[in-house]
Structure formats: structure tokens, C-alpha cells
């Protein structure tokens, strides 16, 4: 099982940019895709981003395609987020998980497992 540790959010301005990370323990770490969430007040989690075990496959939510980018490093078994020019809407919880396939017309986040406590982001405008 592989488990997920989110860290990087905290309190920023809009415009500023972000780098989140997501450390995920256990074997075999390049084997598994991993997807990065949002879950902002009063919604339901949404899918943002995905990356292949390799790296060499993503997919992103179309909204954010072209401002969030996602990819790992697996000799540090670590994905990273970067959001730039953020804004008050990228204010929420951030997680992270990950699952074996990586299927982009798949998002539901029923599919991924080994979720972490989630890292806060706040962007004042």
C-alpha cells in the first residue's frame, strides 16, 4: 500500500506561484500513477492532475492546463504541483494518491488510493 504525505501549501497572494509535493512511501514507488486533488470549501473533491509511473504520460483538468504543472522525481519517490499566477480560486485542501493504471478518461477519485491529511493553500487577492 502505498501511502501519500501532501506538504508546501500556506498562505500566499494572488499572482505568487506554488510548488506542492507529495511523498508517497512504500515499494515499488514508480509502478503507480499518482493524481493530485483539490477539495475547496463547501465542495467536493476534484481531480486536477495526473502523472504516469514513468513520468512520460499527464493529464490535466482543463481548467488548469497551462498553469498547473505536475511531475516527479522517482529516486525521491516525490511528485510536485506548481500552480502559477495563483488565484482565490485555488484556495482549498490539496491531496494527493495514487493508483496502478494511469487512464486519462478516468478522474474519479474513488480509483485512487493511500490519500495523505492534505496540505492547505489560501490565496488572498
Known amino acids: 500500500q502505498v501511502q501519500a504525505i501532501e506538504s508546501g501549501g500556506g498562505l500566499m497572494q494572488a499572482g505568487e506561484s506554488l510548488r506542492l509535493s507529495c511523498i508517497l512511501s512504500?515499494?515499488?514507488?514508480?509502478?503507480?500513477?499518482v493524481g493530485w486533488f483539490r477539495q475547496a470549501p463547501g465542495k467536493e473533491r476534484e481531480f486536477l492532475a495526473a502523472i504516469s509511473g514513468s513520468g512520460e504520460a499527464t493529464d490535466y483538468m482543463g481548467s488548469v492546463r497551462g498553469r498547473f504543472t505536475i511531475s516527479r522525481d522517482n529516486a525521491k519517490n516525490t511528485v510536485y504541483l506548481e500552480i502559477a499566477k495563483l488565484t482565490p480560486e485555488d484556495t482549498g485542501t490539496y491531496y494527493c494518491a495514487s493508483r496502478v493504471s494511469f487512464n486519462s478518461r478516468d478522474r474519479r477519485t474513488s480509483t485512487f488510493r493511500g490519500w495523505g491529511q492534505g496540505t492547505q493553500v489560501t490565496v488572498s487577492s
Open positions: 512504500g515499494r515499488a514507488f514508480s509502478r503507480y500513477t
